[in-house]
């Protein structure tokens, strides 16, 4: 558990290793240790890796800003790769909310590689449902 949120609560992020390391409604932050199950055949972060991280950071976000009685699901997802991350280096990302309505909310997530080099830019927009 991380700032109230159980990493459990998201098993495919568990699963790949996500580790959340802030986790508030007005920003969420999370690490996770590019292993080589999730690179492509060169090594390098698969870009399906690097969409779910920043969704599943842009979904706490997006919980944590609903109220109660209230979830969100992923409706729309725009992901711009800038560069790449090696198996056995550690990526870092950062989602913030560009919009934060009654029926959805908008993220922006930012992936980082070590030494702070630009590996991925995800903007995410949130529905919000009846849970």
Known sequence: MTDGFDISALPFAALMGLEITHAAPDRVEGRLVVRPDLCTAGGILHGGAAMALADSLGAVGAFLSTPAGMRT???E???NFIGGAR???TVTAVSTPLHVGRRSSVWTTRIEGEGGRLVAVVTQTQMTVEA
């Open 87 to 89: 198996a056995g280096t």
């Open 73 to 75: 699901t992923t409706l």
């Open 77 to 79: 997802s725009k992901t």
